[in-house]
Nanobody, 125 residues
Framework: VQLQASGGGLVQAGDSLRLSCAAS????????VAWFRQAPGKEREFVTN????????YYVDSVKGRFTISKDNAKNTVYLQMNSLKPEDTAVYYC???????????????????WGQGTQVTVSS
C-alpha cells in the first residue's frame, strides 16, 4: 500500500484543521494507521493511531481531547481532525501504516513499514 498525506496549512491558535491520509494499492482495512509529527529540531513523535481490528484509538497525552483519528475503509482514507490547535502543534505530520498489527503494539516509528510524505502544519500564536 502507498500513502499520501494532505490537508496541512497555516492557521491561528484555536483554529481547526483536518488532515487526510489516502491509501492506494492494498486492502486498507487490514492496516493499523498512525499519525506522527516532527517539529523543527525535535525527534519524530507518535501522535495517534487507529487499530485495524476493532478501530481502537490511542493518543499522545498532549493531543487528547483535541485531536480525533478516524478511518474510512470504503474510501481508503484516514483522517486526523485537529481542534483547538496550539503553536506547539506546529510540525510536519506524517501518516504511516502497518499490516495486521494492533494499535496497542504500534506506538513507535519502528512498528510501521509504510510511510506517506509529510504535510506541514503551522500554528501561529
Amino acid at each position: 500500500v502507498q500513502l499520501q498525506a494532505s490537508g496541512g496549512g497555516l492557521v491561528q491558535a484555536g483554529d481547526s484543521l483536518r488532515l487526510s491520509c489516502a491509501a492506494s494499492g492494498g486492502t486498507f482495512s487490514w492496516y493499523t494507521v498512525a499519525w506522527f509529527r516532527q517539529a523543527p529540531g525535535k525527534e519524530r513523535e507518535f501522535v495517534t493511531n487507529i487499530s485495524y481490528n476493532r478501530g481502537s484509538t490511542y493518543y499522545v497525552d498532549s493531543v487528547k481531547g483535541r485531536f480525533t483519528i478516524s478511518k474510512d475503509n470504503a474510501k481508503n482514507t484516514v483522517y486526523l481532525q485537529m481542534n483547538s490547535l496550539k503553536p506547539e502543534d506546529t510540525a510536519v505530520y506524517y501518516c504511516a501504516a502497518v499490516f495486521l498489527v494492533v494499535g496497542a503494539a504500534a506506538k513507535t516509528q519502528d512498528a510501521y513499514d509504510v510511510w506517506g510524505q509529510g504535510t506541514q502544519v503551522t500554528v501561529s500564536s
